[in-house]
């Protein structure tokens, strides 16, 4: 069963705007929640991360918000650019031991100009 | 960029031949990891190492194996290919945790493999 899922496939935003993507998760033993980046014939790169004892993480355009009770993550791009397009993964794990990723399914991106 | 490589990077070949991808990293890290991305599936994990000859399953490791026989260099074999590992197989490393104190994942660019 899917442990995390990621429901839109894709997202389209304009140029400047707020690209908001969102990931939910099962598996409350989860405690560190990452975001990674692919664009086409590459390997995905990360982004941002978070730990299961904040609420937010900032870097730059991209904010991570957690809400745990809810076990929903989303990914803020503020303002979007035309070079964000690109699938966005949500992936989670549990700190310590073999530190396994479970991602999800992925959400396409595209902002146009 | 994580000195990550993959050979090949493309492949094509028949069912039922024995194929064999390479890892090869430069950064000293403990974890690698074999992924393969499929469509509507994201990133699904095969097998992974935490050691040398320290290997262990991930979520889809029916019909492959892995060795780590140096820290560098992890290997994933189909033994006998089939059309459903066709697939884009992604390598990763990563240092000593993935928490606040450690380093994430990082990928290396990936070998499209076709079975025929």
């Known amino acids: 069963d899917q442990q995390v899922k990621q429901n839109s496939p894709s997202l389209s935003v304009q140029e400047g705007r707020i690209s908001i993507l969102n990931c939910d998760y099962t598996n409350s033993m989860f405690d560190y929640f990452l975001w990674y980046k692919k664009y086409p014939a590459e390997g995905p790169t990360f982004l941002i991360s978070?730990?299961?004892?904040?609420d937010k993480n900032e870097d730059g355009r991209f904010t991570v918000f957690l809400n745990k009770s809810a076990k929903h993550l989303s990914l803020h791009i503020v303002p979007s650019q035309p070079g964000d397009s690109a699938v966005y993964f949500c992936a989670a794990t549990t700190q310590g031991g073999s530190e396994k990723l479970v991602f999800g399914k992925g959400t396409k991106l595209t902002v146009n100009p | 960029d994580a000195g990550i490589t993959q050979s090949p990077r493309h492949k094509v070949t028949e069912t039922g031949t024995p194929v064999t991808l390479r890892c090869h990293q430069t950064?000293?890290?403990?974890?690698m990891y074999w992924y393969r991305q499929d469509p509507g599936h994201g990133l699904r994990l095969i097998h992974y190492s935490y050691g040398v000859k320290d290997t262990d399953k991930g979520e889809v490791s029916d019909g492959y194996s892995v060795s780590r026989s140096k820290t560098e260099d992890f290997l994933l074999t189909l033994e006998s290919a089939t059309s459903s590992q066709t697939s884009v197989y992604f390598c990763?490393?990563?240092?000593?945790?993935?928490?606040?104190?450690?380093?994430?994942?990082?990928f290396g660019d990936g070998t499209r493999l076709s079975i025929l």
């Open positions: 978070i730990s299961s004892i904040k």
């Open positions: 990763a490393i990563s240092g000593p945790g993935q928490g606040p104190k450690g380093r994430p994942q990082h």
């Open positions: 950064e000293n890290h403990r974890y």
